[in-house]
C-alpha cells in the first residue's frame, strides 16, 4: 500500500505558536515536487505532544485537502490513552486520511499483553490502514516482535514503523512481513540496511530537509540495489546524525526555516536550536546539497 520515503512532515508555525496553514500547503506541494511518496502528519516531528484535539484533526484535513489524491497522507493518531487513540484516528479517517500511525502507549508501560489489547481496540474500532509505531527511546515502551507477530494478522493493521537502530530486531520481524504486513524505518541512519534487508521504506525525518535525495535513496534500497542507495546516502549521512543533535523536531525545524519554508517557531517545552549547533546542521545540509 505505502512504500518508499514517507516524511515525517513538521508543523509549521506563527511566532505565537499558533497553526501557519499557508506554510503548511506550501510544505505538501514542496514535497509532492521533489518525489516524497507519503506524508505523515502530526508524528512526533510534528509536535503532536504539544497539540490539542482540534489542531491535530484541523491539520491532517489540511494535508489531506492539500495533497488531493497526488500522494498518500499518513497520519499520526496514537496516544498512551486507548479512548483517546480511538478518537484521534476516527478524527483521521473523517479527514480522508489513506491510514493511520500508532505510537506505543507512552509513559504507562504497559505488559505485551496491554500493547496488544490496545492495538486490536484501535483497529477493531476504526476501519483503516493502521500502522504500529515502536520508538523506545522515547515511550519506554517496547513492542517486542512476538506481539508483533500477534498484531500483524489482524486485517488492518498493515505494517510497522520500527525505530530501534537494531538490525537484529528487524531481521525477526521480517521474518514474518508479507504483502499485508510490511516493515518501515523509524531511523534515518539505518534506513538503507533495513530497505536492503526487505523492508519497504522510511517514515523518515530527513526527508523535510532532503526530500528527492531520500526517495532516490529509498527507490535503490527497495531493489536491493546496494551500490547506487549508498552513493546517495553517502550525501545524507550529516543529515542523519545532525538532525538529532538536539530532540527531534528542533533540528530540522531549524533546517527547514533555513530553506526558507517555514518560521522559526517551535512550542514549548522544546526551544529553537541552540545556536552552538547551527553552523553543523549548515555543514550537512551543505554536504547534502540543499544549500
Known sequence: MFQGSMVALVTPMHPDGSIDFDALQQLVDFHISNQTDAIVAVGTTGESATLNHEEHCAIVEAVVKQAAGRVPVIAGSGSNSTSEAIELTQCAKKAGANACLLVTPYYNKPTQEGLYRHYRAVAEAVDIPQLLYNVPGRTACDLLPETVKRLAVIDNIVGIKEALADLDRVKELLTFANENFV?????????????????????????????????????????????????????????????????????????????????????????????????????????????
Open 183 to 291: 516493515v518501515f524505518s523509524g531511523d534515518d541512519g539505518t534506513a538503507m540496511e533495513l530497505m536492503l534487508l526487505g523492508g519497504k521504506g522510511a517514515i523518515s525525518v530527513v526527508a523535510n530537509v532532503a526530500p528527492k535525495a531520500m526517495h532516490e535513496m529509498c527507490q535503490f534500497a527497495i531493489s536491493r540495489d546496494r551500490v547506487n542507495a549508498e552513493a546517495v546516502n553517502q550525501r545524507l549521512i550529516g543529515l542523519h546524525t545532525q538532525l538529532f543533535l538536539e530532540a527531534n523536531p528542533i533540528p530540522v525545524k531549524y533546517a527547514v526555516h533555513t530553506m526558507g519554508l517555514i518560521g522559526e517557531s517551535i512550542r514549548l517545552p522544546l526551544t529553537f536550536l541552540s545556536e552552538q549547533y547551527h553552523a553543523a546542521v549548515k555543514q550537512a545540509m551543505q554536504q547534502a546539497q540543499v544549500i
